[in-house]
């Protein structure tokens, strides 16, 4: 798949770390570090500005090894992009450590995954056809 990308940053393209990774990591694009203090979030930029095809959308997630080691997380998990945004991409970033975290220009902050999506038409019924499982949720299925 190809999607066109303007790159307004001094930094790589989001790229796959490994063969087999389906995120591509993306970078920070600031013109000084920025602090992020514990339970603080804050709308971090990239200079990517991106045209996803119709029917897809790009997620953003956190990285596991800063969640981790570091405590800091996506805060919209996973974060949608969707095909007909044309604005910068920003990545919403929470400190959800008990330490001060600085986020330097080019640090790898998040991961993205372009991914297919359908378009609902609603079909409304009066009624739902019957499950084995029914209306139980939220655990239903453990201790009994």
Same mark, same amino acid.
């Given at each position: #798949?190809?999607?066109?990308?303007?790159?307004?940053?001094?930094?790589?393209?989001?790229?796959?770390? &490994?063969?087999?990774?389906?995120?591509?990591?993306?970078?920070?694009? $600031?013109?000084?570090?920025?602090?992020?203090?514990?339970?603080?979030?804050?709308?971090?930029? &990239?200079?990517?500005?991106?045209?996803?095809?119709?029917?897809?959308?790009?997620?953003?997630?956190?990285?596991?090894?800063?969640?981790?080691?570091?405590?800091?997380?996506? $805060?919209? &998990?996973?974060?949608?992009?969707?095909?007909?945004?044309?604005?910068?991409?920003?990545?919403? $970033?929470?400190?959800?450590?008990?330490?001060?975290?600085? =986020?330097?220009?080019?640090?790898?902050?998040?991961? #993205? =995954?372009?991914?297919?999506?359908?378009?609902?038409?609603?079909?409304?019924?009066?009624?739902?056809?019957?499950?084995?499982?029914?209306?139980?949720?939220?655990?239903? &299925?453990?201790?009994?």
């Amino acid at each position: #798949m190809e999607i066109k990308i303007v790159n307004k940053s001094d930094n790589d393209l989001p790229a796959y770390s &490994t063969e087999l990774s389906a995120g591509m990591d993306v970078r920070a694009f $600031l013109s000084k570090p920025v602090t992020l203090k514990p339970l603080e979030r804050k709308l971090i930029p &990239t200079g990517l500005f991106l045209e996803i095809p119709a029917g897809f959308e790009a997620q953003i997630r956190p990285r596991s090894g800063l969640s981790l080691k570091k405590g800091i997380s996506v $805060l919209n &998990t996973p974060g949608t992009i969707d095909a007909d945004y044309r604005g910068e991409v920003g990545i919403i $970033l929470v400190n959800l450590s008990n330490e001060d975290f600085v =986020i330097e220009s080019g640090e790898r902050i998040c991961q #993205m =995954i372009i991914a297919s999506h359908e378009t609902v038409k609603w079909n409304l019924v009066e009624e739902l056809e019957e499950t084995q499982r029914g209306a139980g949720g939220f655990g239903h &299925t453990g201790k009994n």
